[in-house]
């Protein structure tokens, strides 16, 4: 996955916080959010407390040593963003933010335009995509994206639909599918398909589709992947 990027922590006897999932709360829907960490301390609605004074917990407890489960509403209308402390934790590295809105507005997917390689032997193996979906909600210039406001990924589910370039188009016949979390590895061999006209190979272009509902909202959005060969040439370290 060269287009996917991972951060590693060390393990060790220290209680830390890691992350909180999803990123954001809306406006008056209380909202499970997940603590992900090593070593966590037991806690208690008492133990938790959010810089904002618009969020409320509503309840606190932890599932292990690895996992605090929260639930917790934001009471504002207001865009911004809080920060969740929780007593006991050495270390909060990096700090537990969630941003705040009044709703989510629409869809992106990350990346915009995925590329994937298929796979050329042994030591060139095949190069998958990550996409995930994230939910935005507007800013005050409706007209201007670059005013609207990152919320975090959702859970959507994925799917690969025909991008039509030129009659005929067939790509998606040959380039397998999507996982509904959004990963995608091809299956195919560099080397000519015998089936597909002009001997090609399983290389082409799609259309990934995300789809996410909350409540009684649904929301889509779409982005591109291209497949294409292995890349042969020896990369620069």
């Known amino acids: 996955f060269r287009t996917s990027s991972s951060t590693w922590f060390p393990v060790t006897k220290q209680s830390r916080a890691l992350r909180a999932t999803p990123g954001y709360l809306l406006s008056g829907e209380p909202t499970e959010i997940l603590i992900e960490g090593m070593n966590l301390p037991a806690v208690t609605v008492g133990d938790i407390v959010a810089a904002s004074a618009d969020v409320e917990v509503l309840?606190?407890?932890?599932?292990?040593?690895e996992t605090i489960e929260l639930v917790l509403v934001y009471r504002g209308i207001g865009k911004g963003t809080t920060r969740i402390r929780v007593k006991g934790l050495d270390v909060v590295s990096p700090p537990l933010e969630l941003n705040l809105a009044?709703?989510?507005?629409?869809l992106a997917i990350t990346p915009e335009m995925g590329r994937a390689r298929i796979s050329g032997g042994t030591n060139y193996p095949a190069e998958g995509v990550q996409f995930q979906a994230i939910a935005y909600s507007r800013g005050e210039n409706a007209d201007d994206?670059?005013?609207?406001y990152a919320l975090g990924p959702v859970a959507a589910t994925f799917s690969l639909a025909e991008e039509e370039t030129r009659p005929g188009d067939n790509d998606l016949a040959y380039l397998g599918?999507?996982?509904?979390?959004?990963?995608y590895i091809p299956t195919?061999?560099?080397?000519?398909?015998?089936?597909?006209?002009?001997g090609g190979e399983a290389t082409g272009l799609l259309k990934v589709i995300a789809k996410y509902n909350r409540g009684a909202a649904a929301y889509t959005a779409e982005a591109r992947l291209v497949v294409t060969v292995p890349d042969f040439i020896q990369r620069i370290k």
């Open 59 to 65: 309840q606190a407890n932890t599932t292990s040593t």
């Open 102 to 106: 009044p709703r989510i507005d629409y």
């Open 177 to 183: 599918g999507i996982e509904a979390d959004g990963t």
């Open 145 to 148: 994206p670059l005013d609207d």
């Open 188 to 198: 195919g061999d560099y080397g000519p398909l015998p089936e597909r006209g002009f």
